[in-house]
C-alpha cells in the first residue's frame, strides 16, 4: 500500500477496504451488491440505521441529536446551513480561520445578513483566532467555525463558549479525530472523505430542535426537516457511501473509539512536528504553536526549488500528496484516522534522510 497523505479524498483503513471487498458481489447472502438493492428494502435500511446509531454512540450518545446523510458535500451544506437557520431579522457570524472559512462565508452572504466576529487574516491565518471572551449579538442565527483548516493546517484546541446561541462547525477534516462534547454544537457537518469513508455522502449531526422547522420556501431537498422527517431516505441516498461509512465507524470503534483514536493522532502529529522544529531550520512549521492542527501538519523548506526535490523525491519512494494546496504552496501531510503510525515513521525517517542529503 502507498504511503497516501492525501488531503482529501483520503486513506481509508485497509481492513475496511478488504471487508468491503469480501462483501462486494454478494452481500450478506442476498446474491446482490449493496449497491444494487433498493434503499427502501430491510437490508439497506439496516445498514443505513446502523451508521446512524453508531455515529451517535460513538460521540456519546448525548439526547437529542440526530444524524443526516446528505449530498453535496460540505460545499453545500455552506449554503443550505444559512438558507434553513438564518431568517428574517437574525444575523450569521462567523470565524474567518482561512480557506474553508471564507468559502462559507461568502455562501451565506448570498443568503442573508453575514458578519465576521473574528479573524486571523492579519497573520495570513496562520492561527486560530483568539475566541476567549468573546460577545455575539443577541440577533445572531449561530456562531460558525471551521473546526480545522484543511489548507493552512491549524485547528481548534478549544472551541467558544457561545451561551444560548447554537454554535456550528464545518469538521469535515476533524470529525471523529478527537474527543469532543457533542453537547457544545447545534450542528455539525462533514463531508466523509476524509475521516469517515469515501465521498458521495456529507454527515450532518445535529440538535434535533433546530432542524425540526425549515423555512417552506426554500427547494424541498434543501431543507433540513425533508431529510429529518424521512429519516435521511426522502431520494435515494448514497447507499455505497453511507455503508462503507457504517465500516470505518465499526473500524473506529475497534480503535479503542475516540479516545483510542485521539492517543494514536496526537502521536503521528507529534512524531512530524518534533522533526520539523528539531530540523535546526532546515524545516520550519508556519502555523502557531498553538493552533497547529493534528491533522494536516503543513510545513516549509528554506526555498520553493527544495520543495518541488522534495516532492519528487519523496513521490519516487511511495510517498503521496505531499505537495501543500496550490493556494499557499509548502508542503503538506494529511494524517487523517486512517494514516498508520507506520507511514508517519516512514515519513520522518525520509525527511532526516532528505535534509542529511540537501542540508
Ligand atoms: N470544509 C473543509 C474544512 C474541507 O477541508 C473541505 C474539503 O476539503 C470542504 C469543506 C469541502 O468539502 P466538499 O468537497 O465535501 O464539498
Known amino acids: 500500500r502507498a504511503y497516501n497523505f492525501n488531503a482529501g479524498p483520503a486513506a481509508l483503513p485497509l481492513e475496511v477496504l478488504e471487508r468491503a471487498q469480501a462483501e462486494f458481489v454478494d452481500f450478506r447472502g442476498t446474491g446482490m451488491s449493496i449497491m444494487e438493492m433498493s434503499h427502501r428494502g430491510k437490508v439497506y435500511e439496516e445498514v443505513h440505521n446502523e451508521a446512524e446509531s453508531r455515529l451517535l454512540s460513538l ?40 480557506s474553508w472559512a471564507d468559502k462559507a462565508i461568502k455562501e451565506a452572504k448570498l443568503i442573508g445578513e453575514t458578519q465576521i466576529v473574528a479573524s486571523s487574516e492579519a497573520n495570513k491565518f496562520m492561527s486560530i483566532p483568539d475566541l476567549s471572551g468573546i460577545q455575539l449579538s443577541d440577533q445572531s442565527a449561530y456562531l460558525h467555525v471551521t473546526s480545522n483548516e484543511t489548507i493552512e493546517g491549524t485547528q481548534y484546541q478549544v472551541y467558544p463558549d457561545t451561551g444560548n446561541i447554537p454554535l456550528i462547525a464545518d469538521m469535515s477534516s476533524d470529525i471523529l479525530s478527537r474527543e469532543i462534547d457533542l453537547n457544545q454544537f447545534g450542528l455539525i457537518y462533514a463531508g466523509a472523505q476524509k475521516n469517515l469513508g469515501p465521498s458521495g455522502v456529507t454527515i450532518v449531526i445535529a440538535r434535533e430542535d433546530l432542524i425540526s422547522e425549515s423555512p417552506k420556501n426554500i427547494p424541498t431537498m434543501m431543507r433540513y426537516n425533508t431529510h429529518l422527517s424521512n429519516n435521511s431516505l426522502y431520494n435515494t441516498p448514497p447507499a455505497f457511501s453511507v455503508y462503507m461509512v457504517n465500516e470505518v465507524l465499526k473500524w473506529i470503534g475497534e480503535q479503542g473509539s475516540l479516545a483510542g483514536l485521539e492517543k494514536i493522532n496526537r502521536k503521528k502529529a507529534q512524531l512530524i512536528y518534533d522533526t520539523i522544529d528539531n530540523s535546526g531550520g532546515f524545516y520550519r512549521g508556519p502555523v502557531e504553536a498553538g493552533s497547529r492542527s493534528i491533522m494536516n501538519v503543513t510545513f516549509r523548506l528554506t526555498n520553493e526549488e527544495l520543495e518541488k526535490q522534495f516532492i519528487k523525491e519523496s513521490e519516487q519512494e511511495g510517498f503521496i500528496g505531499l505537495k501543500g494546496h496550490r493556494s499557499v504552496g509548502g508542503l503538506r501531510a494529511s494524517i487523517y484516522n486512517a494514516v498508520p503510525y507506520e507511514s508517519c515513521k516512514a515519513l520522518t525517517d525520509f525527511m532526516l534522510h532528505f535534509q542529511k542529503s540537501n542540508g
Open 59 to 98: 460521540l456519546g450518545d448525548v439526547k437529542g441529536y440526530k444524524v443526516l446523510f446528505l449530498q453535496g458535500g460540505a460545499s453545500t451544506q455552506f449554503a443550505m446551513l444559512p438558507m434553513n437557520l438564518l431568517s428574517q431579522g437574525k444575523v450569521a457570524s462567523y470565524v474567518h480561520s482561512g
